[in-house]
């Protein structure tokens, strides 16, 4: 198959974001990798506060490359333009009016301030999909408060509580926009439903995501357990549940390994073969699923004193050859040369201005099976003459655009 038959999904879908920092823009960027002519409205002044966003050791400048706003916007075609300016406002309405899908971050009260409501827009495009993402949902008294992914995903929404080990003075800190990218694929998911429903029905939909209901989704086991009376909690030791073969095992040289036998009659007999015990097939402490319940202490026990006698490469070695669902704890850096991440190609490059490659993930869906072919990220304000030609401005008309300040 064609490895970037992929890109091509979204092939002539018009989307026009007015988003900032991660959460939107990460759908953005993924609606871009699919194919999508994603323009992204900045401000002629400031931009996306994300482009001036110091991690990571990366700057903004022509120097070192801000791989996070690369991510978040790559592929994407950038206009700058102030939408507190009247003319500014109808340059927004005339790509409304040739949008599939207007996306959008900022809060209901801005939005409603400069005119962008859903009924605002509606009236010059009466089939937008209107798609906001939003930190705690469009109704209710927190409608309209500020949001970021580690407020309303991670706090709010239950994560940290339910990963945070007792005893610690303070709860886990998340990842960076870990909560956003989540976010992100449900917002982009529910564009693509949107755009599906209007391809078969003709009616356009009003798209919403939260962080906060993104948070509920990815607990959602814990969410049942509460909804059943359940207190959920981090678990605060090995051992607690009735299966020792679901754990997770530290070898001789302090690496880890996972086991996830969650049929473990099943493998037992392979377990004992990999780990050089066949004896332990034959102990009827350890025997079926009940009796290792019934002396999971002394299982447990006898399984970390195997596991500590090899070294971690010895034990990927032997586990490889298994058919069980297992797996190394790996880092960061290890999972980028993972052989399954190369062969899948779940890393991809773009060239940068002076003709390095820029590697970046991918997002985790692919199409055809390949992944999408990446482009860079604009700068700012960098397709603004572009755009304004193709709605049919000339030059004079924008020279006068920029001197009103209209554009950047």
Same mark, same amino acid.
């Given at each position: ?6 890109? +091509?999904?979204?092939?002539? %879908? ?6 900032? #920092? ?19 409205? $900045? ?14 050791? %990366?700057?903004? *400048?022509?120097?070192?490359? +801000? ?17 507190? +300016? ?12 040739? @949008?599939? %899908? ?28 209107? &798609? ?52 992100? =694929?449900?917002? &982009?998911?529910?564009?693509? *439903? @949107? ?20 948070? =509920? #989704?990815?607990?959602?086991?814990? =969410? ?18 009735? /299966? ?15 086991? @996830? ?33 019934? /002396? ?38 290890? %999972? ?42 604009? $700068?700012?304000? &960098? ?11 000339? #030059? ?13």
């Amino acid at each position: 198959m064609d490895a970037t038959a992929g890109t +091509n999904v979204f092939d002539g %879908v018009k989307v026009v974001e007015l988003a900032q #920092w991660v959460f939107v823009p990460v759908a953005g960027a993924l609606l871009s990798d699919w194919g999508a002519d994603v323009i992204k409205v $900045e401000s002629p002044t400031a931009g996306d506060p994300y482009r001036g966003l110091v991690e990571q050791g %990366v700057t903004t *400048g022509t120097e070192r490359v +801000n791989y996070s706003i690369e991510l978040a916007n790559r592929g994407k075609r950038s206009i700058g333009l102030d939408l507190k +300016n009247p003319e500014g406002r109808e340059i927004f309405y005339t790509m409304i009016a040739e @949008a599939d %899908v207007f996306l959008t971050n900022f809060r209901s009260s801005a939005l409603d301030r400069l005119g962008l409501s859903v009924d605002e827009l509606r009236k010059r495009n009466p089939q937008l999909i209107y &798609a906001r993402g939003h930190g705690f949902g469009v109704r209710g008294p927190d409608k309209d408060i500020p949001a970021y992914d580690n407020t309303a995903f991670w706090s709010r929404g239950g994560m940290a509580h339910v990963l945070t080990p007792e005893g610690l003075d303070y709860p886990l800190s998340p990842r960076g926009a870990f909560g956003d990218r989540q976010a992100a =694929m449900n917002l &982009a998911f529910g564009v693509s *439903g @949107a755009l599906f429903r209007r391809e078969r029905t003709g009616e356009p939909s009003v798209v919403d995501v939260s962080l906060l209901a993104s948070a =509920m #989704w990815t607990l959602g086991s814990d =969410m049942l357990g509460a909804l059943q009376g359940q207190e959920p909690r981090a678990r605060s030791s090995r051992g607690q549940g009735p /299966n020792p073969l679901g754990n997770v095992f530290r070898t001789q040289d302090g690496r880890h390994i996972t086991l @996830a036998l969650l049929q473990p009659d099943r493998y037992w007999a392979e377990l004992c073969d990999v780990l050089g015990q066949p004896e332990l097939f034959g102990d009827s402490r350890f025997a079926t699923i009940t009796t290792r319940a019934e /002396n999971r202490v002394d299982c447990l026990k006898t399984l970390d004193e195997i596991f500590a006698s090899r070294t971690y490469s010895d034990w990927v070695v032997r586990f490889e050859k298994s058919d069980m669902p297992w797996a190394p704890v790996q880092s960061v850096e290890e %999972v980028l040369v993972d052989p399954q991440v190369v062969a899948n190609g779940y890393l991809s490059t773009v060239e940068s201005d002076n003709g390095a490659e820029l590697t970046f993930p991918n997002g985790p869906v692919q199409f055809d099976e390949g992944p999408p072919d990446l482009r860079r990220a604009p $700068e700012h304000g &960098a397709n603004t003459e572009e755009i304004l030609l193709e709605l049919g401005f000339d #030059w004079g008309n924008i020279i006068e655009l920029k001197e009103r300040h209209a554009v950047m």
